[in-house]
């Protein structure tokens, strides 16, 4: 069967390890398990664990301890997986059939619009876009896009690449689109958690509407990728359906991920966690910003509200995967194209992990725009 390739991930995959700088990623620097564990008794109980197959849905302890993150939810609308890509991945296989349509947001991660081109009929998008110093959802775009053959409505929220928080007014009107059209909601929450210039965790959309499914993980507001620990949190009619599809992905997550998540989710350690990245992205993000500023002859942005990433449009005469391949070959740094996000001229930067490396990189990238100008 044919499937669209998934441009930015083969990118990374191919590229992040022989790079000098990967500035690609839209994490934090991640956490070690001596920092997750508090004590030597922790460590001494993961040490014991036998290495046997967990519950196929993960620990009970561990989904009370997810499904207390979500007002409203238990442990039975929680179905841990590998990854936030393999919930996104099994949920959007569980709901759409040939004949259906995906309602996908743009700018996005794009696994999404590629499923709903492999499980559907395809994908019709509807974007955010520039409004002063914010992003904004096309309401009108929105309303056009979902239609009678609109089996599911994709969000990304906080979204990847702009960082743009939800406003109360636009989660009511997504929610709003999708129960006109009797459509699944289905929110990618991931950055949920990395607030930047706030403390305050941005709201869930989990809740709002009973046909919402939220799929979220440990690997970028937690700084656990390596945990490879996602989840759905979705009504019981579609539990079942999930977990169907997961005997034929993954199975189970794996045992230690699993100890190790049920640790980070608990409420003192979640709350420590997210503190920990929020600090980071406070304290990181003015001098990515500064940098751009030097450039405001080339580079347009919004302060992202949430995530370890921030999307700048340029005014430069080359496409944005062309100038992303030229940084790559000679300077050895990676950038994401907005081409591989649904967008056009623009670069997605990553300033989640060691700021003085990441600096070191874009002067580099310096270089480029300086031959370009010339």
């Given at each position: 069967?044919?499937?669209?390739?998934?441009?930015?991930?083969?990118?990374?995959?191919?590229?992040?390890?022989?790079?000098?700088?990967?500035?690609?990623?839209?994490?934090?620097?991640?956490?070690?398990?001596?920092?997750?564990?508090?004590?030597?008794?922790?460590?001494?109980?993961?040490?014991?664990?036998?290495?046997?197959?967990?519950?196929?849905?993960?620990?009970?302890?561990?989904?009370?301890?997810?499904?207390?993150?979500?007002?409203?939810?238990?442990?039975?609308?929680?179905?841990?997986?590998?990854?936030?890509?393999?919930?996104?991945?099994?949920?959007?296989?569980?709901?759409?059939?040939?004949?259906?349509?995906?309602?996908?947001?743009?700018?996005?991660?794009?696994?999404?619009?590629?499923?709903?081109?492999?499980?559907?009929?395809?994908?019709?998008?509807?974007?955010?876009?520039?409004?002063?110093?914010?992003?904004?959802?096309?309401?009108?775009?929105?309303?056009?896009?979902?239609?009678?053959?609109t089996k599911a409505v994709m969000v990304c929220n906080p979204n990847n690449p702009t960082g743009h928080v939800m406003t109360e007014s636009e989660m009511s009107v997504v929610v709003d689109v999708a129960r006109r059209a009797n459509a699944w909601l289905v929110v990618d929450?991931?950055?949920?958690?990395?607030?930047?210039?706030?403390?305050?965790?941005?709201?869930?959309?989990?809740?709002?509407?009973?046909?919402?499914?939220?799929?979220?993980?440990?690997?970028?507001?937690?700084?656990?990728?390596?945990?490879?620990?996602?989840?759905?949190?979705?009504?019981?009619?579609?539990?079942?359906?999930?977990?169907?599809?997961?005997?034929?992905?993954?199975?189970?997550?794996?045992?230690?991920?699993?100890?190790?998540?049920?640790?980070?989710?608990?409420?003192?350690?979640?709350?420590?966690?997210?503190?920990?990245?929020?600090?980071?992205?406070?304290?990181?993000?003015?001098?990515?910003?500064?940098?751009?500023?030097?450039?405001?002859?080339?580079?347009?942005?919004?302060?992202?509200?949430?995530?370890?990433?921030?999307?700048?449009?340029?005014?430069?005469?080359?496409?944005?995967?062309?100038?992303?391949?030229?940084?790559?070959?000679?300077?050895?740094?990676?950038?994401?194209?907005?081409?591989?996000?649904?967008?056009?001229?623009?670069?997605r930067f990553g300033y989640g992990y060691d700021i003085e490396r990441t600096l070191e990189g874009l002067a580099r990238v310096d270089e480029v725009l300086a031959d370009i100008g010339a």
């Amino acid at each position: 069967m044919d499937i669209d390739l998934f441009e930015m991930e083969r990118m990374q995959s191919l590229h992040f390890h022989e790079v000098d700088f990967d500035l690609s990623e839209s994490g934090v620097v991640p956490l070690a398990i001596a920092e997750l564990l508090d004590d030597d008794a922790g460590a001494d109980e993961l040490l014991a664990t036998k290495l046997a197959y967990p519950l196929s849905e993960g620990s009970a302890l561990t989904r009370e301890r997810i499904a207390a993150w979500y007002p409203g939810a238990t442990a039975d609308n929680v179905t841990v997986v590998n990854g936030g890509s393999e919930a996104n991945h099994l949920t959007l296989w569980a709901l759409l059939e040939p004949g259906d349509r995906l309602a996908f947001m743009v700018p996005n991660y794009m696994q999404g619009w590629g499923l709903g081109r492999h499980y559907g009929d395809g994908s019709d998008v509807f974007h955010l876009t520039p409004s002063g110093d914010r992003w904004a959802l096309d309401l009108d775009e929105l309303n056009r896009c979902v239609t009678g053959n609109t089996k599911a409505v994709m969000v990304c929220n906080p979204n990847n690449p702009t960082g743009h928080v939800m406003t109360e007014s636009e989660m009511s009107v997504v929610v709003d689109v999708a129960r006109r059209a009797n459509a699944w909601l289905v929110v990618d929450e991931v950055y949920r958690g990395a607030e930047v210039g706030s403390d305050e965790t941005s709201p869930s959309f989990w809740g709002h509407y009973d046909k919402t499914v939220v799929t979220a993980g440990l690997s970028k507001a937690f700084g656990l990728p390596g945990l490879r620990i996602g989840w759905t949190i979705s009504p019981p009619e579609l539990v079942r359906e999930i977990r169907l599809r997961h005997d034929y992905t993954t199975l189970t997550p794996g045992m230690v991920s699993d100890r190790l998540a049920a640790v980070a989710m608990e409420p003192d350690k979640r709350e420590w966690i997210l503190g920990r990245t929020r600090a980071i992205l406070s304290r990181q993000w003015p001098r990515l910003e500064g940098w751009l500023q030097t450039h405001g002859d080339v580079f347009r942005f919004v302060q992202p509200e949430a995530g370890a990433i921030v999307y700048a449009e340029y005014d430069l005469p080359i496409d944005s995967k062309a100038l992303v391949d030229r940084i790559r070959e000679e300077k050895s740094v990676l950038l994401v194209p907005g081409d591989m996000l649904g967008l056009g001229r623009g670069l997605r930067f990553g300033y989640g992990y060691d700021i003085e490396r990441t600096l070191e990189g874009l002067a580099r990238v310096d270089e480029v725009l300086a031959d370009i100008g010339a």
